[in-house]
C-alpha cells in the first residue's frame, strides 16, 4: 500500500508538472504569436523581449531584424546599447565599493575626484555621492551633452545616416577628460548655468552629466576603471557573458544595426559619457540583472548585501523634491534610490533612449515579476502605437506563467 501511495503521488506530481508545462508553453506561444503580429513589416525594425522572476527566466524571444538588408532576425542575444538603464548597474558599483570601503554615499564627491566640481551658487555645500545617485546634485546637462558627447565608430559610413551632432572619431576624448572640461571652473565648457538654482540635495533634475560623474569618482575610489570593476563584480557573477562598456569588449558580429526609420541605418556611435547609457548587451544577458535585482529586492540577492540591497531600493525623494510628479504606472523619476527608478504604483527599473534605441526594464514589487524590452529603432515619428502594444502584450501575459 506504501509503495502504491508513493507511485500515485508520483504519477499525480508528473501530471502536475506536465499540465505547468503545456500551460506556460501556451502562454509562451499566445505571446509570440502576439509579438509576431506587431512586428510585421511595421516601423520597428527588429526588437527583442524578456519575462523573468526570482527564480530565473520565464519568456525571452526576439523579433524582427537585427540587419534588414542582410535578413539577419534580431534574437534575444542580439546585441545593441540600452540607454539609461545603464544608470542602474552605476548604482549597484557604487554599492558595492562602498561595501569594499572604498567610499560612503554620503562623502563629498571632491574627497575623490581628480579635479573640483563646486556649485558655483552655493560654494559651501558639498555635493555627495548620494545627490548625484538621486538626482539632486544641481548639476544639469549642458549642450555639450549632445554636441560633444556622440562620436562616430567609423569616419566613414557608407549610406547610413550621420546625426548633425555625431563627432569624427578623431574628436573622442576620455570621461574625465570631457567631465572636467564641462564640470571644472578651468574647463573650456564650464558655465555657470550647468548648475541649476537650487542648493545640492534640494531638486530633482535628471543629470547625465552628473551620472557619468559618479562612475568617474568610483574609478579614482576603487583604483580601477569602470568597465573592470563592473566586469569583476557584475557581469562575471552573474554570466553575463556578452555585456560590455564598447565595442572592443563585445562580439561586434552580434550587434544589431541601428535605424533611424524603418529603412534608414543609423551610423554606429560611441558615447563618450559612456556609463549614463552605453552598455551594451542583449536580452538574455539583462534578463539575468533584473532576476538578480528582484532577488535583492526580496532579499535574496548575491551580488550585494541584504543592507546594500535595501539602500539601492530606499527612496530618496519626496514631493519637495519635484516641481511636477507624475504619478504615471511607469514614471521611474517618480522617486529614486541609488541609481533605481520607482513609479508611483510600485514598479521598479529604469527607461533608456539614445539615437535609435528605446529600452524599457521594470519589475513589480508586489509579484517580483519583470520584464524588459530593447528596440533598435528610432520612435519619434513612427513606432511609438507598436512599442505600447509590445508592452501591454508582456503586462497581460507576465503574471500568468
Do not use: C
Request: aromatic share 10%; proline share 3%; charged share 25%.
Amino acid at each position: 500500500m506504501i509503495a502504491q501511495k508513493i507511485s500515485s503521488l508520483i504519477l499525480f506530481s508528473m501530471l502536475i508538472g506536465s499540465t505547468y508545462a503545456q500551460t506556460n508553453d501556451s502562454i509562451s506561444n499566445k505571446l509570440t504569436n502576439e509579438l509576431e503580429q506587431i512586428a510585421g513589416d511595421g516601423p520597428i525594425v527588429g526588437f527583442s523581449v524578456a519575462i523573468v522572476n526570482e527564480n530565473g527566466m520565464l519568456y525571452e524571444n526576439g523579433f524582427g531584424f537585427a540587419d534588414k538588408k542582410a535578413n539577419k532576425k534580431y534574437t534575444k542575444n542580439t546585441l545593441q546599447n540600452i540607454g539609461s538603464i545603464s544608470k542602474t548597474f552605476i548604482g549597484m558599483a557604487l554599492l558595492k565599493a562602498q561595501e569594499l570601503g572604498k567610499l560612503d554615499l554620503d562623502d563629498d564627491i571632491n574627497d575623490y575626484l581628480p579635479f573640483e566640481v563646486v556649485h558655483p551658487k552655493f560654494k559651501n555645500t558639498p555635493i555627495t555621492i548620494r545627490q548625484l545617485a538621486s538626482h539632486t546634485s544641481g548639476i544639469m546637462d549642458p549642450s555639450e551633452y549632445e554636441r560633444k558627447g556622440y562620436i562616430l565608430k567609423e569616419a566613414e559610413n557608407g549610406d547610413a545616416k550621420e546625426n548633425g551632432n555625431f563627432l569624427p572619431p578623431n574628436e573622442m576624448m576620455s570621461l574625465g577628460e570631457y567631465l572636467e572640461a564641462i564640470l571644472s571652473e578651468d574647463g573650456k565648457w564650464y558655465k555657470k548655468k550647468t548648475f541649476s538654482k537650487y542648493t545640492p540635495g534640494g531638486m530633482f533634475n535628471y543629470s547625465n552629466i552628473g551620472a557619468g560623474l559618479a562612475a568617474l569618482l568610483l574609478e579614482q575610489a576603487t583604483e580601477e576603471s569602470f568597465p573592470e570593476f563592473t566586469q569583476k563584480h557584475i557581469f562575471d557573477p552573474l554570466e553575463m557573458t556578452s555585456t560590455g562598456w564598447s565595442f572592443d569588449a563585445i562580439d561586434f558580429s552580434m550587434h544589431s544595426k541601428l535605424y533611424a526609420d524603418a529603412d534608414t541605418e543609423l551610423a554606429f556611435y560611441k558615447l563618450v559619457n559612456y556609463p549614463d547609457g552605453g552598455l551594451i548587451t542583449s536580452a538574455h544577458d539583462l534578463a539575468k540583472y533584473l532576476s538578480e535585482i528582484i532577488n535583492g529586492y526580496a532579499g535574496n540577492g548575491t551580488m550585494l548585501s541584504a543592507e546594500s540591497f535595501k539602500i539601492l531600493f530606499t527612496p530618496q525623494l519626496t514631493d519637495e523634491n519635484h516641481k511636477d510628479r507624475s504619478d504615471k504606472e511607469y514614471n521611474d523619476e517618480y522617486n529614486m534610490g541609488v541609481f533605481m527608478g520607482m513609479s508611483s504604483k510600485g514598479q521598479i527599473g529604469h527607461t533608456g533612449s539614445d539615437p535609435s534605441v528605446v529600452t524599457f526594464m521594470f519589475f513589480n514589487e508586489k509579484t517580483k515579476t519583470g520584464k524588459l524590452v530593447l528596440i533598435n529603432t528610432e520612435l519619434v515619428k513612427k513606432g511609438i502605437e507598436e512599442f505600447i502594444a509590445i508592452w501591454r502584450a508582456l503586462i497581460a501575459s507576465e503574471d500568468k506563467f
